[in-house]
């Protein structure tokens, strides 16, 4: 079985309800990396949260430690920040912060984007020990 991520972001789009359970956390990932960086980082997290445990379980299944640390890292600033790690108190906060906050906030959507190559290269590793060839 081969599965194409373009063809899943794109089915996902208009059709997620039609997603089968082995193309669903491909559309998750593919959906997060493309809001990301139409929308901002922020955007998936306020808007779409209740994917985030279906893409960070794919991660941890490929072993994608590099992704998993920078999610974690983004948990923890909001967690010293005080903020619970929910898309109601992240919007929130987001709406009240200041300027000054978004210039000195780490760049969390680069540093993802830092290991996107080496992210898929994961993930259809994972994918090929189930049985299915992810197609780029």
Avoid at 5 to 27: A, H, R, Y
Avoid at 78 to 88: D, H, N, P
Avoid at 91 to 107: H, R
Wanted: aromatic residues 18%.
């Amino acid at each position: 079985m081969s599965i194409d991520i373009d063809s899943i972001l794109d089915k996902g789009l208009s059709q997620e309800e039609n997603l089968t359970d082995v193309e669903w956390p491909v559309f998750v990932l593919a959906y997060f990396e493309s809001i990301a960086d139409m929308e901002g980082w922020d955007h998936f997290f306020t808007y779409s949260m209740n994917w985030y445990s279906a893409m960070y379980d794919l991660l941890r299944r490929a072993s994608d430690f590099n992704s998993l640390r920078i999610l974690q890292d983004y948990k923890n600033h909001f967690s010293q920040l005080g903020v619970e790690f929910t898309a109601q108190a992240i919007d929130n906060y987001l709406t009240e912060a200041s300027d000054d906050y978004f210039t000195n906030c780490p760049d969390w959507r680069d540093k993802f984007n830092d290991y996107s190559e080496q992210r898929w290269e994961l993930v259809s590793e994972y994918y090929k020990s189930i049985g299915v060839e992810l197609k780029t």
